[in-house]
Each structure stands twice: as structure tokens, then as C-alpha cells.
């Protein structure tokens, strides 16, 4: 089975000589809550006993997104995350955002998105900065409302452990093929005059999911919210 965060598990190596009548012996890990080591067996002799204490997730935080609804390839969306802390002090933590392939299903804030949905484009790579801004495909359909996407934040301590807080934005308007190559042009121009890099590769995510849209859409078009 798996080791359960935040408890201490006790390992213990034993050995016996040879010749002697009773059979080596080896204690298994167990959770201790006294913290005092199992007992060696008769005629067994203890070796060693290590305890560890199994790290835990960053806790406590959530992600903000600004506005709240906007147009694909035009509003500029602000993503700030806060309120984390490590359990163990495993810093510094560290921060990534992306996009969702669908709709979280689980308990929020478990370090995944449910079953079935994973991150589509990245929006920030990870690192200590703990803010964003990007700009967005329209969002899904399926079961999700219209226009609706979701963004989630991942965060990992100095050891790699992760935890996750999940938003939804509602990103709609009218678009078609010749929208879509504007505004495309538009965005990519002003990430080069800003020497932005992730700007740019969030263009170029966000038409490239606007076109397969399109591609699948009967009029081409997405209604504009309201």
C-alpha cells in the first residue's frame, strides 16, 4: 500500500548469526504515533531503524482569474494564485498554469482535475512566480456550459509534491475563420513588440484550439455571451 502524508513510518533492519536456532527477522515499516521502534524479535539483533515523515502537499490555496468572462483571443485574463504553505517548509514552491481538457469532477484541491481531464495548453511554465496573464480559446462544449473553461493552477514544494485549485472562466463571442486570422495576427504582434514569449505560445494555443472549433462547428460561428 501506499505511505500515507504527514505520518512517520519507522523502518527496521534485524539480523541474527549464523547457526542460531531462531530465524532472521525483519520488521516491516509501520506508522508509529508514540514514536517508540517495534520490539526485536528473541535473538534477533538490531541493526538499524530509520524514521521518516512522509511529505505533504502544499495546503490552503486557491486561483484567481480577472475578468471573469471574456472574448478568445482578445480579452487579456489576469490568473494570480496565493495562500499556499508547505506543510514541511519545502521551499521555495513553485508554480504552474494551464488549461483543462473538461470539467473537474473530484474534491478540489487534490492535485487532479478528476478522471479523464488533463491539462490542454500550458499558460505559465513552472516557476516561483505565482501570476499570469494570457489570453484564451473559446471554451468547451460537451457537458460544460457554453463557453465555459476551466484554468488550474499546480503547485509543487522543493520535493515535488503537488497540489492543484481549479477556476472557470467563460470565454464566447462571435468568431469565425477570418476573425480568428485577425485577431490571431493582432496578438502575436503585440507579444512581439513586448518580447513576451509565453504570450506567444498562448496565441498560438489559443488559435490553434479555436480552429479545431471551427473545423467542427456547422456555421462556423460561436454565439456571443451574455
Do not use: I
Amino acid at each position: 500500500g501506499a505511505l500515507l502524508p504527514g505520518v512517520h513510518y519507522t523502518f527496521s533492519l534485524s539480523a541474527t548469526s549464523l547457526g542460531s536456532s531462531t530465524e532472521p527477522s525483519s520488521f516491516p515499516f509501520s506508522s508509529l504515533s508514540s514514536g517508540d521502534a517495534p520490539a526485536a524479535a528473541a535473538g534477533a539483533v538490531p541493526l538499524l531503524q530509520v524514521m521518516v515523515l512522509v511529505n505533504r502537499s502544499p495546503q490552503g490555496g486557491t486561483l484567481d482569474v480577472s475578468p471573469t468572462h471574456g472574448v478568445p483571443l482578445e480579452t487579456l485574463f489576469t490568473l494570480r494564485t496565493y495562500g499556499w504553505t508547505d506543510p514541511e517548509a519545502n521551499l521555495p514552491m513553485v508554480y504552474a498554469m494551464h488549461t483543462l481538457t473538461g470539467t473537474p469532477t473530484d474534491t478540489p484541491g487534490q492535485g487532479d482535475a478528476g478522471a479523464g481531464v488533463e491539462p490542454a495548453f500550458l499558460l505559465k511554465a513552472r516557476g516561483e512566480r505565482t501570476h499570469t496573464r494570457a489570453v484564451l480559446a473559446p471554451g468547451g462544449r460537451g457537458n460544460a456550459a457554453f463557453g465555459q473553461l476551466w484554468l488550474q493552477v499546480h503547485v509543487f514544494d522543493s520535493l515535488g509534491a503537488v497540489n492543484s485549485a481549479e477556476r472557470s472562466v467563460l470565454v464566447n463571442g462571435t468568431l469565425s475563420l477570418a476573425v480568428l486570422r485577425a485577431k490571431t495576427e493582432q496578438q502575436l504582434q503585440l507579444a512581439t513588440r513586448l518580447h513576451d514569449v509565453e504570450l506567444k505560445a498562448q496565441v498560438a494555443a489559443a488559435a490553434a484550439a479555436a480552429a479545431l472549433t471551427l473545423s467542427s462547428s456547422s456555421s462556423n460561428t460561436c454565439p456571443p455571451f451574455s
